[in-house]
């Protein structure tokens, strides 16, 4: 069944609500917005989400959060049966099935409720559609990923504006925060150096150039930051190396402690990951390095496009928004390109504080 908005699911009861994203950090990120939505909408509203190790510990804690259903991939089918029983003492008004892939539609046919709403059957991949009750009306344009999941509130009469993440930090903190800071004596700007995928990193030896740049022309303190996966490790050897002003390192602080370094930076660098939509949710202006994927549907969400280096499109191509990726591109993304950027911030954003306290 599809929802028409302002019909069908118009006054849907919001008591329980459940979620079921499991994936990346970003997604993560995208998915706050819905849930501060509903809870501007009933406050009352309990709201448990299905969601992996890795997200989890971003949003663990956050006030609109009430309970987090962990799926651990790692456990194989032993993932599946833990939900099932997991879910199965919980009956929901509402799930919001809001990734496409098979794996999320198993899970949602786990839960107990009368309206599971998901994609409709154009952007279901692997069938989803087969496991939602009602479906989001088709949309023919394409959008952002965080405008795509806006469509599920549109679909229940929930008004998305304005748009929170409140993703942090927290007063408890802060105090981590200003102990992290306190030995640096100059503005910070924090560098994703890695992703999840190697066709969205950029070349570790030209972070090395940029380092050195923001330290000597820009009087920034480069803090290299992310997890310590063998990629993330291999770039920060190669800049280690390569920079004749070698930066900080965070690398491993965790999520949450990743929060209160992108808040405290005055300056944020990132290819299309995590922390780039954590930065924007921050209000921290963040240069992206966009070249694999679609920076129309997973850059940064309204804000500091004048910061996007758009390696994706070729010079005066007017390209659609899509889920095509574009191997190959990041390399095209040149030290200069980053630096005018840099620039750009400089004379544009510069001015304001980092909310470290």
């Known amino acids: 069944m599809s929802a028409s908005p302002g019909t069908a699911l118009t006054g849907t009861p919001l008591g329980r609500v459940g979620i079921v994203m499991m994936s990346a950090v970003g997604d993560a990120v995208h998915v706050l917005p819905?849930?501060?939505?509903?809870?501007?909408?009933?406050a009352d509203a309990h709201i448990t989400w299905v969601l992996q190790p890795g997200p989890a510990s971003l949003v663990r804690g956050h006030r609109h959060v009430d309970e987090i259903v962990l799926f651990e991939r790692h456990k194989g089918r032993r993932a599946f049966t833990d939900v099932k029983r997991e879910l199965a003492q919980r009956p929901f008004d509402v799930v919001l099935n809001l990734?496409?892939?098979f794996k999320a539609g198993i899970v949602t046919s786990f839960t107990r409720s009368p309206i599971k709403l998901g994609f409709d059957k154009a952007r279901a991949r692997d069938l989803n559609w087969l496991f939602t009750t009602h479906r989001i009306p088709p949309h023919p344009v394409g959008q952002h990923v965080q405008d795509q999941y806006f469509e599920f509130l549109q679909a229940l009469g929930v008004p998305h504006?304005?748009?929170?993440?409140?993703?942090?930090?927290?007063?408890?903190?802060?105090?981590?925060?200003?102990?992290?800071?306190?030995?640096?004596?100059?503005?910070?700007?924090?560098?994703v150096i890695a992703t999840s995928k190697a066709e969205k990193d950029w070349l570790p030896e030209r972070w090395a150039q940029v380092v050195d740049a923001l330290y000597t022309d820009f009087g920034l303190q480069p803090v290299l930051v992310g997890g310590r996966s063998t990629r993330e490790l291999a770039a920060e050897a190669v800049i280690m190396e390569k920079a004749r002003h070698r930066p900080m390192s965070a690398l491993g602080s965790g999520l949450r402690n990743l929060v209160s370094i992108l808040d405290g930076s005055a300056l944020?660098?990132?290819?299309?990951?995590?922390?780039?939509?954590?930065?924007?949710?921050?209000?921290?202006?963040?240069?992206?390095?966009?070249?694999?994927?679609n920076p129309r549907r997973t850059g940064p969400y309204r804000a500091y496009h004048d910061l996007l280096i758009d390696a994706y499109g070729d010079a005066g191509e007017d390209y659609p928004v899509s889920m095509e990726n574009r191997p190959g591109r990041m390399p095209l993304i040149t030290v200069d390109d980053v630096l005018t950027k840099v620039e750009h911030w400089q004379?544009?954003?510069?001015?304001l504080p980092p909310s470290q306290p």
Do not use: C
């Open 347 to 351: 004379r544009t954003y510069s001015a």
């Open 268 to 293: 944020v660098l990132a290819p299309d990951t995590g922390p780039l939509h954590i930065a924007v949710a921050l209000e921290r202006p963040v240069i992206s390095l966009v070249g694999y994927t």
């Open 34 to 42: 819905v849930i501060n939505a509903i809870k501007r909408r009933q």
């Open 161 to 191: 504006e304005p748009v929170e993440w409140h993703v942090g930090p927290t007063e408890q903190e802060r105090e981590w925060q200003r102990e992290f800071f306190a030995s640096i004596d100059r503005p910070t700007a924090a560098i």
């Open 99 to 101: 990734q496409v892939y």
